[in-house]
């Protein structure tokens, strides 16, 4: 997933959100890093909700009307 192709940063509280915010405000070549890797995460997974539909259906059986 984004984790791990490193397209996204993960926090567990406010002050490491902050700081990935300020870090990424003073790094250019680290936003647009995490914004190739997040696009091309989207180009490879353009099929990502077909496929989350499919599983549901292969478990889900609606009810008879």
Known sequence: GLLEQQAVIQVDD??????????????KAK????GERAE???L?????????I???KTYYQPPDE
């Open 54 to 56: 499919s599983d549901i």
């Open 31 to 34: 936003r647009q890093l995490l």
């Open 14 to 27: 406010y002050q490491q959100l902050q700081h990935q915010i300020d870090d990424l405000l003073q790094d």
């Open 44 to 52: 490879q997974n353009s099929d990502i909700l077909d496929r989350y």
């Open 40 to 42: 091309l995460f989207m």
